[in-house]
């Protein structure tokens, strides 16, 4: 017997109405422009109306190469309305991979800003399916000469009139696109349905997740290229925050600007960008007063940050996990009431627990359960409603027959649901049979207020299998040497864990979301071991 109550779509067009009504007066932020959901929802239906006179029909794919800003906004929910896909393109990617991306999506029409056209005119020649492209800027911005086909400004496109909407779309339907970094191997596509980014704002945006509200000033300093802007552009306008879109600019002095500005209460980012903030706030001996809270995901925050952003500044830090895969993540480290200030304080140092809709479980190399004690480590699986059951044009599915999703991370879960990551599968330091936490000796180096960044590696080893090897880059003007941090570091570690080698280098490399290519600096942290071993006698 189905039940008899109304069988609204879950779409992501629903959104953005539902904002002009109930909160058509809060402002959305982007640069210079200033608006509102009510006006941003008028140029929404007219962008749709352009859309729709470019062909644009439902189920076309189009791309877009953007930083965050009002257009790139825009676009989400007009496409959305449509019932047509985004490509959310990543512009930190190199030439082959955009290459790759762009031609893998199919899409004919591309919205580029200035910095995406200057990154697509090189490979103008392999975008061969790219039939038009639509600039983000206005008219008297448009570049005199362009090697994209049929160049228009966005503007211009909103100069249509309203149009009516095409009915909403199936929420199961495709939503957007965004690509894996490929970091093991090319790009994949995660196909976001209506559904899946939704249900995970809805259910992320509660108390046990960002707790977003009417009285919120949200930065979205997330990408809206990957994973959706971690939500962002839905969740804010379903609570009527105000929201305020930095564009490419994420220096720590224009993110200062912008949060005493505009009154920002909430924002959301890889750790490293909100260690350049605490940087930049120390520098300058500012105290933050309005901010109060800050989610980070991608990477784990050391916890030497998250007490900072607490003790001096009042701000509570919710650390998160995602992954490409799951939408907008699926775990948030919220402690409970009931755990004790040293429980709740090791919890902050994980990955936090499921937010409704999503669960994990671990398993052993052979795929059997491990026990969820909080101390038994193995490969952490995922699944719920929006996480990727198979990846775009690809045959196989991306799970097993029971929608177990590997995320390639390993870890614990306790009795709690509560994950700590110890390290990827690829960057794990297996010592004498044991796991070194890579993750766990990254976050204590980096407590050392010598220490600027830190990077552990496991490098092969005679008798123990691996063992591990720090690379170290020093803060300015700092003189810390090997023997001296691994005296400070011997005490807070068990005795095996203790790096071989410690070496300092200039920096580290990172990938494109600003984590350690662990892979490229065991090559370097190889290469310099090499470098300083002793010659062998003639
Ligand atoms: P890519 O795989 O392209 O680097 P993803 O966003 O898919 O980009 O990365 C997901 C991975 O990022 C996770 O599998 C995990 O290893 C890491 N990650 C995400 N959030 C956290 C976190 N809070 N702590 C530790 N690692 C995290």
Request: glycine share 10%; aromatic share 6%; charged share 20%.
């Amino acid at each position: 017997m189905l039940g008899l109550m109304q069988d609204h779509s879950l779409a992501v067009g629903s959104v953005l109405p539902f904002a002009e009504r109930q909160f058509g007066h809060v402002e959305v932020v982007s640069g210079a422009t200033r608006l509102t959901y009510g006006s941003l929802a008028g140029r929404v239906r007219r962008l749709a109306a352009g859309l729709v006179a470019l062909g644009v029909r439902p189920g076309d794919m189009v791309t877009t190469l953007a930083w965050n800003t009002h257009r790139q906004l825009e676009l989400f929910h007009a496409t959305a309305a449509l019932g047509a896909v985004l490509h959310t393109a990543n512009p930190r990617l190199g030439p082959d991979q955009l290459a790759y991306t762009i031609g893998h999506a199919g899409s004919g029409l591309l919205f580029a800003d200035l910095d995406g056209l200057a990154l697509c005119e090189p490979i103008a020649d392999r975008l061969t399916r790219i039939k038009g492209t639509v600039l983000l800027c206005d008219p008297a911005a448009m570049p005199a000469a362009c090697r994209l086909p049929d160049p228009i400004s966005y503007d211009a496109l909103l100069e249509a009139a309203d149009a009516p909407l095409p009915p909403p779309p199936d929420e199961r339907a495709a939503a957007y696109l965004c690509y894996t970094s490929g970091t093991t191997g090319l790009p994949k596509g995660a196909l976001y349905s209506h559904r899946a980014c939704m249900l995970s704002s809805l259910s992320l945006m509660q108390p046990n997740g960002w707790n977003l509200g009417a009285d919120d000033v949200v930065l979205a300093v997330p990408p809206l290229f990957h994973c959706v802007g971690w939500g962002v552009p839905f969740m804010a306008p379903m609570v009527g925050a105000k929201l305020v879109l930095p564009g490419r600019d994420l220096d720590p002095a224009r993110l200062l600007d912008l949060i005493e500005g505009e009154g920002v209460t909430m924002s959301l980012g890889v750790p490293t960008i909100w260690q350049g903030l605490l940087d930049h706030l120390s520098a300058r001996n500012h105290r933050l007063t309005g901010l109060k809270c800050l989610g980070m995901g991608g990477s784990a925050p050391p916890p030497a940050l998250v007490d900072a952003y607490q003790k001096q500044h009042g701000v509570r830090v919710i650390p998160a996990w995602g992954m490409t895969e799951t939408t907008i993540g699926c775990s948030l480290a919220v402690p409970l009431a009931s755990d004790l200030p040293a429980r709740a304080r090791a919890l902050m140092a994980g990955q936090g627990r499921p937010v409704f809709g999503a669960e994990f479980r671990s398993v052993d190399e052979a795929g059997r359960p491990v026990p969820p004690d909080g101390t038994s480590i193995g490969h952490i699986q995922v699944r719920g409603h929006w996480v990727a059951a198979r990846y775009f044009r690809a045959g196989e599915p991306a799970t097993d027959a029971d929608g177990w999703l590997p995320t390639g991370d390993i870890g614990t879960l306790d009795g709690q649901g509560f994950m700590r990551i110890t390290d990827r599968a690829k960057d794990a330091i297996k010592s004498g049979g044991e796991w070194i936490s890579s993750i766990e000796l990254e976050n204590l180096a980096i407590a050392h207020p010598d220490v600027a960044e830190a990077g552990a590696v496991g490098m092969p080893h005679a008798k123990w299998g691996e063992r591990p090897v720090m690379a170290l880059v020093r803060c300015p003007g700092a003189t810390l040497d090997g023997p001296a941090f691994l005296a400070w570091l011997a005490p807070q570690i068990p005795k095996w864990w203790l790096p071989e080698s410690v070496l300092f280098v200039d920096s580290l490399p990172r990938t494109p979301t600003a984590k350690i290519r662990k892979a490229e600096l065991r090559d370097r942290v190889r290469q310099l071991l090499k470098d300083a071993a002793p010659r062998e006698p003639r």
